[in-house]
């Protein structure tokens, strides 16, 4: 399983049935996952710990250090998830001090040729980036964003959940969840139907969004003052529930709770006839909430809707 004229340094941890092809390099302080394939002439070295089943295609770097003029040989880490495909000639870089000191990629991702996650870039799930995508540090990707080929991204920018990013765009401000951006610089081009209809069951519900967009986005106005008009009227949103507990598939309960409770003052409807949880359950327990959530389904009763705070967060 592992070719003898690989480099393995002393201390790496090895899982089981783990392939390595001839010629690749593994750090002293490397963790691989069971089942995972590391092709010939790769390299993954740094504070790097990769899940299950990850398959890394020839002559990729994994886990070098962050291409920072402010990093100075601190111990930092690179964090990989499960069930990903990270092809020739790939970087992935570790994180910096002056972050969180990580570089986070969840699972089931596609990285095609050449692309770069640069330092504390934090990846989600289920998303594709195509050959040549480029991240520079601190960006945020949440899950199933598809970002096509050829794109630099702006540091510190936020792609939303289910977000479509055209190829040969340039990307310097933050993409909204469900959207579509292109051109150089990148603008909205519309919703990401077609990714909403493949994650999304209840129609209705992606009317709600195309709603949200529309008074958001197309109105003219302010999104403060669209804020205000949208928070008088109540909205049940039901979604399926991700085994990583993601809202959409992206957004954490925690993260929800919190920005509901603490930024946009939202009160739970005390009125409701339906069984359902209050935000004070989701930041005391999480497990206890999915327990309780019906079809392993996710249901919000708030004023206002998730949609326009789904949209809000990343603005």
Sequence with gaps: MIDKRAIIEKGAKIGKNVKIGAYAYIGADVTIGDNCEISHHSTIEGVTTIGKNNRIFPYASVGTEPQDLKYN?????LIIGDNNRIREFCLINTGTIQDNGKTIIGSNNLFMGYVHIAHDCVVGDNC????????????????????????????????????????????????????????????????NLTGLRRHIEDR?????????????????????????????AEIVITK????????????????????LLEQYKI????????????????????????????????????YPNCLLYIFLLFQ
Aim: include cysteine; proline fraction near 3%; charge should be positive.
């Design 73 to 77: 040989g601190e111990k930092t880490e």
């Design 128 to 191: 594709i980036f195509a050959n040549g995508v480029t991240l520079a540090g601190h960006i945020k990707v949440d899950n199933g964003a598809v970002i096509g080929g050829m794109t630099p991204i702006h540091q510190f920018v936020k792609i939303g959940s289910l977000a479509m990013v055209a190829g040969a765009s340039a990307v310097s401000q933050d993409v909204p969840p469900f959207c579509m951006v292109e051109g150089n610089r990148a603008k909205l081009r519309g919703l």
């Design 204 to 232: 209705g519900d992606i009317d709600k969004i195309k709603k949200a967009y529309k008074e958001l986005f197309e109105s003219g106005k302010p999104l403060k003052e669209i804020a205000k008009k949208l928070d008088k």
């Design 240 to 259: 399926k529930l991700g085994k990583n507990g993601h809202l959409f598939g992206a957004i954490t309960k925690d993260e929800v709770a919190h920005a």
């Design 267 to 302: 009160e739970i409807d005390k009125k409701l006839k339906r069984p359902t949880a209050t935000l004070e359950l989701i930041v005391q327990n999480k497990e206890e909430f999915v327990k309780k959530s019906i079809k392993n389904s996710l249901i919000f009763n708030c």
